[in-house]
């Protein structure tokens, strides 16, 4: 194996790799001999039809995370908890640490590249003893993670709407139960790209990273050409403790929540992995591409909009609760195009839902195809003609709508367990990035891998897992201090439930029935 000589050498164009095979070596059902080889060492039969590739997987990974469109939707976190200058340095140390972590996992999908994902890593990767135990802790992390994340992205999605309805509108009081109903019918839009026209992924994935990338040329321009502009003094110098912590440094360290769930997701592509042609050598590829990209595109946006802002404790009490809705109104003076470039981030939280039912799936299908879960053989079957899990798909809907209900009763609880996810897939990281140390610091011997961090591995992973324990603890942070149940943070609370229940689950039954991944591998490979 090749050491790493930087990361930019080992990202490749993915057709390089397949060119190597002859047509008959390659087919949609079974994929490139590396893959059948990568499903037969892990013991996986192939059961899904592998019609996506660089391109499509890239779109995939790049909508789901939609950062510069997260950047704007959740820009009062930062505003509130560092100003501008926390808002852009914040954003800056997030995207190096992300990095670390993005490169460590993606050596690890190149390693195991299965829809099982940071369960399955750790089922191989982690100390003998405590293979089995932490592999179903992760796995039900996971599960936690994305299952979480479909009513908070449909969330977030009807959120705007509702702001869009109050800038065209304001005599428009929104209720819980509209909000609800927003949530439903976007998920309910969702289950259809998942099952109707699944087998056109691949091509509206293409389709909307366009969206994605002329949208962020679009907003960027309005706001060059016709926003008021900021010293740049003021913006990189503006560190405030407007949540009142009293502190700065920490102000700004509660605030790197916004750029964490921006750039969280970066595992998405892997669940996808059993879909994906020659996975061993695009995933990984796609993963940092991914990365790269957005981060980019976000501190574009993240700058340009802190130069924008005006008068930040207007932007703050915005009635459309988005302070980005009333920076483009103020710039544009027009409801009608404040309501065209709103709804570019609109409809990518939209289409990045449909991609979190399909992450979603994916991972349930493969943590049951375990027996890591309850009713195992319903949510791993692959039905015949469809090649999708459409149980584990059907099952993530209803999840998601019966969460979506718990809005109508109280919006705090619903925030509280919608926004658990970025805990739980931080958690996920952690571990997985923990046990690939300890392999290397160990000297064990690794997995051969065709993405491989070389002689640079044992620290990248090592700044990987310290990065992840400090996004970790602050990700349970209130955003202001001393709150009122209303604005407290209730997922320590929810978070340790979850844990809790998981673990009694597996003293009571899990135990004797889930043995983890690292027990279907062929030893003979």
Known sequence: ???????????????????????????????????????????KIQEMRRNFKFVSIFGYAMILMSTWETG?????????????????????????GMCFVTVSMAEMASMAPTSGGQYHWVSEFAPRRHQKFLSYLVGWLCVLGWQTGIPSVGYLAGTQIQGLIILNNPSYVPERWHGTLIVIAIASYSIIFNTILAR??????????????????????????????????????????NAGWGNVGLSCLVGQLAPVFGLLGSDSATHMSEELRNASWTLPRAMVWTVAVNSVLGLVMIITICFCLGDVETILSTPTGYPYIQVLYNATGSTAATSVLASISIIMATFGCVNNVATSSRQLFAFARDHGVPFGDFLSHVRLGWDIPLNAVLVSFVIAILMSLINIGSTVAFNSIASLGTCALLSSYIISCSCMFIKRWRNEPLLPSRFNLGKYGLVINGISVAYLCVAFVFAFFPSVPHPAP?????????????????????????????????EYLNKDM
Request: charged letters at 20%.
């Open 486 to 518: 209303d604005f407290m943070n209730w997922n320590i609370l929810i978070y340790g439930c979850t844990v809790i229940f998981s673990l009694v689950y597996f003293v009571w039954k899990g135990r004797h029935q889930y043995v983890g991944p690292v």
């Open 1 to 43: 194996m090749e050491d790493l000589k930087g990361i930019g050498t080992q990202i490749r164009d993915s057709g390089s790799a397949e060119s190597q095979y002859e047509d008959g070596d390659v087919s949609e059902k079974k994929g490139t001999p590396d893959d059948r080889k990568d499903m037969n060492r892990m013991g």
């Open 200 to 241: 056109k992924l691949p091509l509206v994935e293409g389709t909307v990273l366009i969206l994605h990338i002329c949208g962020f040329f679009a907003v960027l321009i309005v706001l060059w050409v016709l926003a008021p502009r900021s010293k740049a003094s003021n913006v990189f110098g503006g560190f405030q403790d």
């Open 72 to 96: 704007l939707t959740t820009l009062g976190i930062p505003l509130l908890n560092g100003g501008t200058g926390g808002a852009i340095f914040v954003y800056i140390g997030t995207v190096i």
